[in-house]
């Protein structure tokens, strides 16, 4: 950036690019830019962790995904409805269906969701990969 229009990246500049990035399906350039993005010191906003945590679980790199929403909830920046639901529905997709279920309790028990969403994301999950005793 500084090379063609004489100025530095700020956050906005990094998260923009980050979210333009993902939507195209080029996470890996989306992660290297959010290292960079960090090694100078600014932090990814929700949008941006978001749509890494999104892309990551669409091209099946759900360890990661869960990375960096843990990254994410760390920098206080929470993770939207949708990008609780990719994660949970790549992981059962994998094949991981109790996995799932132990991580959305653990966001319930440290409040990351509450009660209404919980029992939505859980509801999905039973609707789309099988039944639960979990429901109260």
């Known amino acids: 950036m500084g090379v063609v229009y004489q100025c530095l990246p700020n956050s906005f500049s990094y998260d923009y690019l980050i979210h333009g990035l993902c939507a195209q399906g080029r996470t890996n350039n989306a992660l290297e830019l959010c290292d960079e993005m960090k090694r100078k010191g600014f932090v990814p906003s929700s949008k941006s962790y978001n749509s890494l945590v999104n892309a990551l679980a669409l091209i099946g ?8 929403l843990w990254e994410m909830i760390e920098k206080q920046k929470l993770p939207d409805f949708i990008t609780y639901r990719t994660v949970l529905d790549e992981m059962c997709r994998q094949g991981k269906l109790g996995e799932a279920r132990n991580l959305l309790k653990e966001w319930e028990e440290k409040h990351f969701v509450d009660g209404p969403t919980y029992r939505k994301l859980l509801y999905v999950l039973e609707d789309d990969f099988g039944n639960s005793n979990d429901r109260k």
């Not at 790199?61 to 960096?68: F, K, L, S």
């Open 61 to 68: 790199e759900v360890e990661e995904a869960v990375n960096y």
